[in-house]
Structure formats: structure tokens, C-alpha cells
């Protein structure tokens, strides 16, 4: 539920009636209950809510890993109870971020989000969740949809052809299972938040990651490189990029930026608010996928550092681009910048740069590093001075 103020729902028929109608019918589709669309939001609500709840161990089912843990958390707790997380880093798609999120702006401002469960949704969710996850399946079942997410998070947009195929590689504990483990994969939230034909091409369905904001974009620029294959990814980073608030990608430049950020954090912790590293290093591969400019990034970064820091920038700069160059990238098919480089992949017409821009002082391959500092703000050799007063003057 989300609320711009605190409020104690209920019951679950009540948080429902607060939900847009066309979400609830969505929901209703998902769900498997049959209830007519022109029946009256209310009515509409009370049904779904009747539904929901006596059939909760299917809807629990098909919910995303992330939902699954705060339910169990919640469910070990008192009703009403509220439980306090990290924000949801991105668009996760989740029924609980719509059913029980309150508090929305004062969370926010803190960077979290509650949640809590009514006293209905308490008693229907205590009563089976255990019994539902505590099995061999089920716990497969949440390792191959963390699998999945960590695919999309990944390649950003796959066919579903392609998706399938990724899946082969998934390593099935047992046999026995994998017909079973797949359908109720293809019934589960991930396919159904996520799978739809592109616009240009009505005849393609793909899946799409939830940190997609423009997938036709995404699409033209993945069209672009079939010149190249998908990169095959370990199973370990596919799980990795799957974990949830925040995916985890590592290369060889990771714990030395780790290193930097948690010192300048710490360094900085009077004078800006402090942000966990696995969210600022989220923020690095996001903006890149978008396609904003790594120096827009590293501007961010040192936006709020005191002169007396300046120091720093130099290591900042370099190790920010480093670090980005390293991180897989939509619009190379999940290959980085420099493994693009290694491999001679010519870039799209509008992204290509100097010899130059490719190459950092420590002669590693990166994209369009070259730092374009604002006019107006402090010149990065350290001196104090702006920067078009300062290294900026010529």
C-alpha cells in the first residue's frame, strides 16, 4: 500500500479498495480468480481479497525472491508490526511494494521503506508460508527465479527464445524436478511483470529487465551488434547480478573502489549523507546502461567533496572509469566496454570516441573517460579555484 501518510489498513479488502482498478485486475489475472470487470471497484476489491486469502499458498507462489523473505519476516512478527528495509533500488516488481508499502515519503527521505501486513494477510501468511518454502522445490524454485532476474539484470532485454536457452545452463539439483520447476517459473511474477513484444516488431516477445525505461531504445541499440554474440556469463555472476535491493557485479577494479568509497564516506559522513557502496556502485552500472556519460557520474561523485579532499579526485576519476568500463553493458549484448575493446567491436556510429578516450594513464582500455569538468565548479588539480579560473582557463 502506498501511503503519503501513515495509516493502519484493516483488513486487506480496505488496502485493496485504495488500489487503482485496472492494478487490481492485473492482479486478479495473475492470480487465477475469476472475477467480472464490471463489477464496482469495492465489490471488485472484496472479491479479489476473499480470493487472495484463501488461496494464499499459490499466490505466495509466484512471488519474486525479495517479496518472499519480507513475507517471512513479517510473518514472524506481530500483525501491524512494521518492518524497515532498504528502498527498492529499482523497479523490483513485487505485490507486496504495491499491497503493503507505507510511510512512502518520510521512508523515502531516509531510504527505506516499510512494510507491514494486516491482521487478515498476517493470519492467512503464518499459517502456510513454512510449509509452502521449507522443501526442497521450493527452495530451487527461488534460486532459478534469482537466476532469471540476474539474466535480465544482465542483457537488460533476451527473446524468450534466448532466455530458455540461458536456462539450460541453470544447474538443476535434481532432474527429477525441471519440467515442474519450469512451469512454475513461466507462472511466476518474473513472466508475468516482464514478458511483451516490442513495439516494432509485434511478433517478438522478450523478456525485459525492470531497470529497462525505454526497451524499443535498448532494443535498436542490441539490434545493432550482430556482429556479436551474447556473452556467456558464470553462474556465480548471473546469481550475483540477481541479488536483490542491489545486484552485485565484480571486476578487477571492485574492491579498490570499494576501498575508496567506504574511506571517502567515512571521511565525508559531516558533510553529505552517507549511502551504502553496493547502492553507489548500482548508480555507476545504471547510469551507463542509459547511456548518460561517465563523467556525469564522476561530477556526482565529487559534487560535495570539501577542497581539503581534492586529493582524491584524481583517484576517483580513475578508478570510476576503470570500474564502469569493466561492467557488463546492454548495448554490447552483456559485454564490457573494454572486453569490447579487446575484442576490436566497432561501437555505434554516435558512440564512437578518439584513439585517446580509450586508453587511461595506467594504459587500460576505457570509453570516453576523459574528464569534462563544469566551468563553475572547483577545479580538480586541487587548487581551490574554479575551473575555468584555474586548469580551465586555455
Partial sequence: MKNKTPKNYTSLKEALTHIDKDVLISFAEHFGATIPESLPKEEFADKLSSSLLANTPEWLKKLPPYDIEILKELSNLEAGTRLVKPRLYFPLPSVIYNFLQVDEEKSMENETITYYLTEDVHAAVSACISEVFDNDLMREHLRLLQYGYGLLTLYGILPIEHFSDEIDYFPFSSEEVVDELILMLGNSELFFMHSTPLEEDKKQIVLVSPWVENSNKIWKEIQKRKDIPYKVFEYEEIMAAGQLPYPTFTNEFTEDITELLTYTDET???????????????????????????????????????????????????????????????????????EAFEMGIKLPEEKKYRQEDFISSNGSPFVNASPKIGRNSPCPCGSGKKYKNCCGKN
Avoid: C
Avoid at 586529493?311 to 570510476?320: A, C, M, P, Q, W
Fill in 268 to 338: 565525508l559522513k559531516d558533510t553529505r549523507p552517507i549511502e551504502p557502496v553496493e547502492q553507489t556502485l548500482t548508480d555507476i552500472w545504471y547510469n551507463i546502461q542509459e547511456g548518460e556519460s561517465p563523467v556525469s557520474g564522476i561530477e556526482a561523485m565529487l559534487a560535495d567533496f570539501p577542497t581539503k579532499h581534492r586529493k582524491l579526485t584524481n583517484e576517483v576519476i580513475g578508478l570510476y572509469s576503470n570500474y564502469q568500463n569493466s561492467l557488463p553493458r546492454w548495448d554490447l549484448k552483456g559485454h564490457s566496454p573494454t
